[in-house]
């Protein structure tokens, strides 16, 4: 009878328009306008690299250190992308001009053979550029302090000073560029996955009696509950995790990233099936509440905890965790969101691994009282 009811439940899920919309269309729908929206966004708005610097030393020495020091600091591993992009002015009355008349974050020059800086306003691009110029200030600190060492020892200090100076690149811990923007496609994938609740409740009215006529018969019917509901619930299960995998799947070739963890991405999202499906599975299973009631709080209990974990609010999660942060520890939209998020950032697999136990945990919960709950319906009449 497993078998039976597996077939029967994957042929009708594959044929329900509206869990397929849910599971599959509308994570391509949002998240083809979240990309087109965002788009490069983080990169533009929070990665800062080539500020642009009006320059004009006269002094050789300085000069020949700025070319080696500030000019070549790097932001990326690659070292393909520049802190700064100099501009050489031939005289100071032109570097002026320049800074005044364009968006120059400030203009570098030399006096009494010293460096300096003139900036026109205090922001994010100054201030990098002022500690810049004090690190610079320090080099040379530093240099005259060993001006009476023997040349090796002078050398083996220019050299780690120099290092350290121009070798300040951005690291991160993972091999994806963790933006903030990347929190909503997270979250796009869990509501996926959580809306699979819907289909927990389709199914589970469709084996009770008093709710459809498919359910009084399969009551009349001598099988099992247990391998029928089962059965068909593995059926859901399997279908709604190939098709929001297929639809995760064409967020990675329209640029979402993701990190290199894909296997353990793909994990997340079965999981979070699971998830969804046995939380929807329960809520079918209690009392005799009308189908659109239960219909109304799976959609509800998918959309408010997408809601809460920043789907429509980027610093939604945030702002709980200031305020109330027991929401976000039973919030399963956080869970995970967290675990996909966990696998962009941190390097271990620690966090990652504690959300899964905690969806697991919470997937059997509601299987397990879904099952207690739905064993004690009796009929009078069917």
């Known amino acids: 009878m497993f078998w039976h009811s597996f077939k029967y439940s994957l042929k009708t899920t594959l044929r329900?328009?509206?869990?397929?919309?849910?599971?599959?269309?509308?994570?391509?729908?949002?998240?083809?306008?979240?990309?087109?929206?965002?788009?490069?966004?983080?990169?533009?708005s929070e990665l800062v690299y080539d500020i642009k610097v009006i320059a004009y030393i006269e002094d050789e020495f300085i000069m020949e250190n700025v070319t080696t020091i500030i000019e070549n600091i790097t932001v990326d591993e690659a070292g393909e992308k520049k802190l700064f992009d100099i501009t050489y002015a031939d005289s100071m009355g032109e570097a002026e001009e320049l800074m005044?008349?364009?968006?120059?974050?400030?203009?570098?020059?030399?006096?009494?053979?010293?460096?300096?800086?003139?900036?026109?306003?205090?922001g994010l691009e100054e201030s990098i550029?002022?500690?810049?110029?004090?690190?610079?200030?320090?080099?040379?600190?530093?240099?005259?302090?060993i001006a009476d060492q023997p040349a090796e020892v002078q050398a083996e200090v220019m050299a780690e000073l120099m290092r350290d100076a121009s070798e300040n690149v951005e690291k991160s811990i993972s091999d994806a560029d963790m933006d903030s923007f990347g929190q909503y496609f997270f979250n796009l994938l869990t509501m996926g996955c959580l809306m699979a609740a819907t289909a927990g409740v389709t199914f589970t009215i469709k084996n009770q009696a008093n709710l459809s006529n498919l359910g009084a018969r399969?009551?009349?019917?001598?099988?099992?509950?247990?391998?029928?509901?089962?059965?068909?619930?593995?059926?859901?299960?399997?279908?709604?995790?190939?098709?929001?995998?297929?639809?995760?799947g064409y967020l990675l070739i329209i640029g979402v990233d993701f990190g290199t963890r894909i296997p353990a991405v793909i994990l997340t999202i079965i999981v979070g099936n699971l998830l969804g499906l046995s939380a929807g599975y329960f809520v079918g299973s209690?009392?005799?509440?009308?189908?659109?009631?239960?219909?109304?709080?799976?959609?509800?209990?998918?959309?408010?905890?997408?809601?809460?974990?920043?789907?429509?609010?980027?610093d939604m999660r945030m702002l709980i965790e200031l305020n109330c942060p027991i929401i976000n520890?039973?919030?399963?939209?956080?869970?995970?969101?967290?675990?996909?998020?966990?696998?962009?950032?941190?390097?271990?697999?620690?966090?990652?691994i504690q959300n899964m136990i905690i969806m697991t945990a919470f997937s059997l919960v509601c299987?397990?009282?879904?099952?207690?709950?739905?064993?004690?319906?009796?009929?009078?009449?069917?």
């Open 218 to 248: 399969k009551n009349l019917g001598g099988a099992g509950t247990f391998a029928r509901t089962f059965g068909g619930l593995a059926a859901i299960w399997l279908v709604l995790s190939i098709v929001t995998i297929l639809a995760f």
């Open 129 to 145: 550029l002022s500690s810049v110029v004090s690190q610079y200030h320090q080099i040379i600190t530093v240099m005259k302090d």
């Open 286 to 314: 209690i009392g005799k509440l009308s189908r659109s009631v239960k219909d109304s709080i799976a959609v509800l209990f998918s959309v408010f905890t997408c809601f809460l974990s920043g789907l429509m609010i980027m």
């Open 329 to 352: 520890d039973i919030n399963p939209a956080i869970w995970i969101s967290d675990a996909f998020y966990s696998l962009v950032i941190y390097d271990t697999y620690d966090r990652y």
């Open 100 to 122: 005044n008349e364009s968006d120059e974050a400030g203009l570098l020059y030399s006096e009494d053979g010293v460096l300096k800086l003139k900036v026109k306003e205090t």
């Open 16 to 44: 329900d328009r509206v869990q397929m919309f849910w599971s599959f269309i509308f994570i391509i729908l949002l998240g083809t306008l979240f990309r087109a929206t965002f788009g490069n966004a983080y990169e533009k």
């Open 367 to 382: 299987l397990v009282g879904g099952v207690i709950l739905g064993r004690r319906k009796q009929y009078a009449s069917i």
